[in-house]
Antibody, heavy 118, light 112 residues
């Protein structure tokens, strides 16, 4: 099960870190990814992290814009911004990859709504 | 603009069959990467519907099936039901980068 942190309302240029807490499986053994969905729009793959060794992979569209991290001690993955923009307003989902050779997400969090407004 | 192209919307009457297409290119579907499908009900998180082109996770009705050929893939829904009204997304991997995943733009299915 993946349980995400709650709704956030922030101003432009503020920082933010949202979380995704995993349970029911061995956290370190499975990639966790993040997906953005802007209002009324489709899904966008942002990147993933392998908690076992903190390897990350990012979409070029998000590289340098966000940071994906994980804390094995608390079975939690994070998505972080240092400088938010209005265009970051979206629902963000975390999701679990079932295996290294399985290129899909088998389980999703409930989503975290992030609103960035002056 | 998504790398995987889906029709933005489709509709069908209860009991009918609908086919949602997903068109890619030689760097994704044509590079032998599998296609996967997700269903997103209104206000909900996406849910895995089909993985590995034509495999249904436990609990997904057999009304849903998938196929892939070359640079194209299809999601077929037979015996359409009102509860199938949702957004459907195809997803694959692209070879332009290591472990780079892509989604289609999504198809909104209306049950008339």
């Amino acid at each position: 099960q993946l349980v995400q942190s709650g709704t956030e309302v922030k101003k432009p240029e503020e920082s933010l870190k949202i979380s995704c807490k995993a349970s029911g499986y061995t956290f370190r053994n499975y990639w966790i990814g993040w997906v953005r969905q802007r209002p009324g729009k489709g899904l966008e793959w942002m990147g993933m992290i392998y908690p076992g060794d903190s390897r990350t992979t990012y979409s070029p569209s998000f590289q340098g814009q966000v940071t994906i991290s994980a804390d094995r001690s608390s079975n939690t993955a994070y998505l972080q911004w240092t400088t938010l923009k209005a265009s970051d307003t979206a629902v963000y989902y975390c999701a679990r990859r079932p295996g290294d050779f399985s290129n899909y997400f088998v389980e999703w969090g409930q989503g975290t709504l992030v609103t960035v407004s002056p | 603009q998504s790398v995987l192209t889906q029709p933005p919307s489709m509709s069908g009457a209860p009991g009918q069959k609908v086919i949602i297409s997903c068109t890619g290119s030689s760097s994704n579907l044509g590079a032998n990467f599998d296609v996967h499908w997700y269903q997103q009900l209104p206000g909900a998180a996406p849910k895995l519907l089909i993985h590995g082109n034509n495999n249904r996770p436990s609990g997904v009705p057999d009304r849903f099936s998938g196929s892939k050929s070359g640079t194209s893939a299809s999601l077929v829904i037979t015996g359409l039901q009102a509860e199938d009204e949702a957004d459907y997304y195809c997803q694959s991997r692209d070879s332009i980068l290591t472990d780079f995943w892509i989604f289609g733009g999504g198809t909104h299915l209306t049950v008339l």
